[in-house]
DNA sequence: TCGCCTATAGGGGTAAGCCCCTGTTCGGCG
DNA sequence: CGCCGAACAGGGGCTTACCCCTATAGGCGA
């Protein structure tokens, strides 16, 4: 199995490169320092799987898999996230990646991935695959609101350091109204006090840091 | 020499180790996930040399430092950054640390670093003397009422989300001197709660969003 | 040497958050 | 129409946070 590298640190390429190579039957064939790179080299060396980080100069990740895909379709693309958060999944998948790895758990979940994709098989870690399935139970698979508006409105004023009970002056709400929305809210989010909603609030552009 | 690393992606420990250890001199004695690990196996391991990211879980890169300086300050401290800011060379110094280098250029730069940091010098990339010079040249009288080092990292551990309880673990704390550095913490801010503190913890860079 | 700050730890109390329930009203939708 | 989810409200209980207070040990500068 030919297989193309490309992250812009290259302790990090040298790190895939070791995990790859310990496996028979994977040739490393290729590393790339930029996403312009890493679509080059993918279009002209045709491997059977490109490993591109999200945040690459020149192109970032994604806007490589897309040219690959449109170049170079046979070649699959498999998205390593920097950072441990799943806010690119929707995007990688759409430009036609066939699986997401963070970068946290790629020793592990890597070989995985890279075994289903050559089975042909898509591959998400357990945790991209309940993000996803979260994603469309709750808000129909599109860009809608994930918490009910009244709920969102509440997330932000507890990010706001507001306590229940002025919050519930603000809206006109009994305190155990405030209390259930923000129960409501944080269950749907899977959290499970106010700190994680104050970043989510900032993550959603709710309030500024 | 005995060297110890520390990073949160698992990947990125894995390059470091193919690239220390084709030095015939260099052993790695082990690997930290996160800043509490990589502070207990300092202690406990006494290695010559801690290669430690600056973004870490529960401790950053920073006050694991602090704490390796104060606990066993035979071992040496280099400090990695991951992205290609150099905005915590300043406290990383301060910290303890006899060298600071970028990611970007870790393969080039490391090696050099490290043979810097046998011979007993501290390293700088030239980019980092730079911004040294230009931080001093710039840093007159801030005013504000600064936290203190463990101030800081209770902060960092209440904006994660984790309870009193998990803190004074961590620690290695009681619960009650937990309590008294947020109390203090949030005093010295003008704060009210932990939702404040996160967000403070967030533009100061403790913590992603 | 004397204070001051930091880090450590505890006592004791009030307020708030968090979690498990039940229930009503209202509007939309198959 | 009947059902469902959203919004509203409450009971009761447990945990946690937050706010006073005291106190010791160590370091460091005046």
Redesign the interface.
Known sequence: MRVLIAD????????????LERQPDIEVIGEAADGAEARDLAVRERPDLAILDVKMPKLTGLQATREIKKQAPEVAVLI?SM??DERYLFEALKAGASGYVL??????D?LAAIRAVERGEPFLTPEAQRTLIKDVLERGSSGEEELTPREEEIVKL??E?NTTKQIAEVLHLSEKTVENHRANAMRKLG??????L??YA??RGL?E?
Chains 1, 2 share one sequence.
């Open positions: 812009d640190h290259g302790i990090v390429r040298s790190g895939l490169r070791l995990l390593l950072h441990d970068k946290a758990q790629a020793d592990t890597l507890v990010a350091a959290m499970r006090d106010r700190v994680e104050v970043r900032i993550r309030i840091p």
